[in-house]
């Protein structure tokens, strides 16, 4: 159930939504499909993606420039006017992205091969370094543009903006978002 973005949800809301799913925020023909490793609770109680408070996804999309002001995770099918999406390589929520299992990430790599094969994104963007080796068995893959494609969609992968990824500052992660940005503007 979708919310608005003042909506807070308990701590039984919370409990809730686990193993819920999240709506796809997908069209045709996309610059860059955004692809998290899966949603978290807060995700699910209020049915938008990257919707915990402290979650860096939607600061690092307007430092990069990707779009045009700081958007509100209930405000995410504006993105599909610039051409942006989102998708999850899991659809099921958790309360931590490690308790998906390898086997699902890798279920869940094929899944997302073939959303992409059917949508045709210019850039699949997956946010998470660890479940982009684990889904697509690519286990030396670093931070950037990969040499793989799927079809004809670039694929680069970008660190996981989730505030547990202590390795990444906001203004590091917005960086690294930035350079996907200016690449597709140059293509």
Known sequence: MAHSGAYRPTPADLAAAKDRTVPDVL???LRVLFCGINPGLWSGATGHHFARPGNR???????????PRLFRPDEEKELLA???GITNVVARTTAKADE????????????L????????????????LG?????????RTTVGRQSDT????????????SGLNAHYTLDALAAEFRKLREATESE
């Open 100 to 111: 998906l299992t390898s086997q699902e990430l890798r279920d869940g790599g094929r899944a």
């Open 82 to 84: 610039l051409g942006l």
């Open 131 to 139: 479940a982009y080796r684990t889904a697509f068995g690519r286990p």
């Open 57 to 67: 996804f939607w600061p690092a999309l307007s430092r990069s420039g990707f779009t």
């Open 150 to 161: 799927l079809g004809a969609t670039d694929i680069w992968v970008l660190p996981n903006p």
């Open 27 to 29: 069209a045709p023909g």
């Open 113 to 128: 091969a073939e959303r992409v094969r059917n949508s045709h994104p210019r850039v699949l963007a997956v946010l998470g």
